[in-house]
């Protein structure tokens, strides 16, 4: 069986924005997810969502994987982003819009 390090390097390898959150996006589970889940859903990009919920070694392990001690966590292109705040300060500078340019993540052309 794979280590909960080798589970979560194949979900994030597994699609190019990956979140980390409690709850699944229509249903949030903590407010600071719901935030992420609304600040994604005005960029328009594609992203894969894991409840931690669901996964006892996950929600613990995606904390030692980063280095960072709460949930949501966002990750792009295999790179971690962060948390709630960090999510939200880059999406109101315009910064999040930029990495996902740079890093050719686009939403889907309506």
């Known amino acids: ?24 996006p229509a249903a949030p589970q903590c407010g600071f997810s719901s935030a992420v889940v609304q600040v994604l859903a005005q960029v328009g990009v594609p992203y894969r969502a894991v409840d931690v ?10 904390k030692a994987f980063s280095n960072w001690p709460t949930i949501p966590q966002l990750y792009i292109k295999g790179e971690f982003v962060g948390g709630c705040d960090i999510v939200r300060e880059m999406f109101q500078a ?9 890093k050719g993540v686009a939403a889907p052309v309506a």
């Open 1 to 24: 069986m794979a280590s909960s390090a080798e589970r979560i390097q194949d979900i994030i390898s597994s699609a190019d924005v990956v979140l980390f959150m409690k709850g699944v």
């Open 53 to 62: 919920l669901q996964d006892p070694f996950v929600r613990e392990g995606i």
């Open 94 to 102: 315009g910064e999040l819009t930029a990495l996902l340019a740079e």
